[in-house]
């Protein structure tokens, strides 16, 4: 990421340091913000949780994370971006931490010269989000009224939040989150993440369909047969089986209502009128607002839940979700989700959008393929039968890039024809591999850029798509769980859909 600017002083606070978003995530990527020169000299990060640490042993915690996979000449910088980092022993739900908490980020301000701009940023369990925002509120530690008063509000230090997910897991719980978020912060100052919208591939879509000329006119029904989104992991529940199983888990809530609905919003929305936050989150929100809530009858068809049983991954045997630890015998939980909706817009009319994401699957790939409608009239006759539909195959992650798969003559006498592709690979044209999301996001939060954070309206309309299935799976308890092996494609259910529907899922 070039150094185009440097942010303002601030300090950033982690509540949920102990846990592993903290160390995986967060502090190596704000490590590559203070590596890159991003960060303000006048910085520093406090992390918070209940763990009696010293600020040393958080350090020492953070350390071999931070370092992963990167040059060994990098251990001197980290000593000096750690000498900023800091750790309080909190419990933050509870009012009398406030005193002591507040006292702290006020000497780490001044120590560090960092003014009172604070971004906080929760990554603990869920159900602590609530008792955690109505403190920090309590405390005084925002100052909104302060800054509407103001004269230049755009000289007035802010205060913002991140929110991880799960935000909610039903329309009820992510409305009353966002009201107690409302009371205590301006929406403009929340930001709910989605780490799928800091992927490049991701932020490309916008600049793939609206900085082209050739892509848009065909970005519709009249062209378009249908749309897929996938997101396949080979990994398993990784040790979180217990949130996993927990009602806010399940692949469904997990990838579906969440990540993968941005990706479908970013795919299907209107050209926005312009790049600012609010234009392309208000297209978005359209696109969930025209989104078909599914019927009674179509869930039974085209709303698919799966679940892994034991199998193979690598030659490895691995074990079925039901013996992962924190996991339930007689779990019902979706490992494995593939729903069809479709949006009603003009635009869209009868474009089906197949979405579908699973754990355990045989290979990791997220990708977005958009299959396009047979040529009105076909003139090779004799091998009519064996044309391809065109497609354009955007290659989330890994081996991000974008192909363009259409048919073309094979040399010779003979009229042969086979499906050729163009491909667009972003390690050869760009050098280098694509940024981290986490890096982009804090980054952004930091500079005051809400253009990849979600809306209040994006969540709730989205989980409103997703309940009526949430509803009638757990209704209906599925009576053949499990119902694939780890290290396949997911359950043949998921494929008979598709053929239903003359169709076929796009596996490698
Ligand atoms: C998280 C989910 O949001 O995304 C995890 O909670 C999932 O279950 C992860 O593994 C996938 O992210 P990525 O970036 O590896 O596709």
């Not at 102990?18 to 190596?28: A, C, E, W």
């Not at 406090?46 to 640490?53: F, P």
């Amino acid at each position: 990421m070039p150094n185009t600017e440097r942010i303002e002083p601030c300090l950033i606070v982690i509540f949920g340091a102990s846990g592993d978003l903290t160390k995986r995530k967060l502090i190596p990527a704000l490590f590559d913000l203070y590596r890159g020169k991003h960060l303000s000299p006048n910085f520093a990060v406090l992390g918070i949780s209940r763990t009696e640490w010293s600020d040393d042993a958080f350090r020492e915690h953070l350390k071999p994370w931070a370092l992963k996979n990167r040059e060994p000449d990098v251990a001197g910088e980290w000593d000096a971006f750690a000498r900023q980092v800091y750790y309080h022993a909190a419990d933050s739900t509870q009012s009398h931490a406030y005193p002591e908490l507040t006292a702290r980020i006020a000497a780490l301000a001044r120590k560090h010269n960092a003014g009172q701009s604070v971004l906080f940023y929760l990554s603990m369990a869920p159900q602590l989000y609530e008792s955690t925002i109505e403190q920090i509120g309590a405390a005084h530690m925002v100052m909104e009224g302060k800054a509407w008063c103001s004269i230049n509000r755009d000289k007035m230090p802010w205060q913002r939040i991140i929110v991880e997910k799960p935000f909610g897991h039903d329309p009820q719980s992510a409305n009353q989150l966002n009201r107690v978020l409302g009371r205590v912060f301006e929406e403009e100052n929340i930001y709910r993440i989605d780490h799928y919208l800091g992927k490049e591939t991701v932020q490309n879509l916008l600049v793939f369909r609206f900085a082209n000329t050739i892509f848009e006119p065909i970005w519709n029904r009249n062209y378009v047969d249908h749309v897929q989104v996938t997101a396949m992991e080979t990994v398993g529940v990784e040790g979180r089986g217990g949130y996993y199983d927990s009602p806010s888990g399940g692949a469904m809530r997990d990838m579906i209502q969440s990540h993968l609905m941005q990706v479908m919003a970013l795919v299907a929305m209107e050209p926005p009128v312009s790049m600012r936050a609010d234009d392309i989150r208000n297209e978005k929100v359209k696109v969930f607002q025209a989104v078909r809530k599914p019927s009674v009858d179509h869930i039974a068809a085209y709303a698919i839940r799966g679940q892994y049983g034991r199998g193979s991954m690598e030659g490895q045997a691995v074990p079925a979700y039901r013996e992962e630890q924190g996991v339930s015998p007689s779990s019902q939980t979706d490992t494995y989700a593939a729903i069809q909706l479709y949006v009603d817009t003009w635009r869209w009319g009868g474009v089906p959008f197949y979405l579908r994401s699973g754990k355990r699957m045989a290979k990791k790939m997220t990708e977005i393929v958009i299959t396009f409608r047979p040529t009105p009239h076909c003139l090779f006759r004799e091998t009519a039968a064996k044309l391809k539909p065109n497609q354009i195959i955007i290659n989330v992650q890994p081996d991000e890039g974008i192909r363009l798969r259409f048919e073309g003559k094979v040399p010779g006498t003979r009229m042969d024809i086979r499906d050729v592709v163009m491909s667009f690979d972003y390690v050869s044209q760009f050098k280098g591999q694509p940024q981290e999301a986490y890096a982009r996001m804090l980054l952004d939060a930091m500079r005051g850029d809400q253009t990849l954070f979600k809306h209040r309206d994006e969540v709730e309309s989205s989980w409103n798509i997703v309940q009526p299935v949430l509803d009638a799976w757990a209704d209906q308890p599925h009576d053949d769980l499990p119902n694939y092996a780890a290290g396949t494609w997911g359950p043949s259910a998921s494929d008979v859909m598709m053929a239903r529907d003359n169709r076929h899922w796009h596996n490698p």
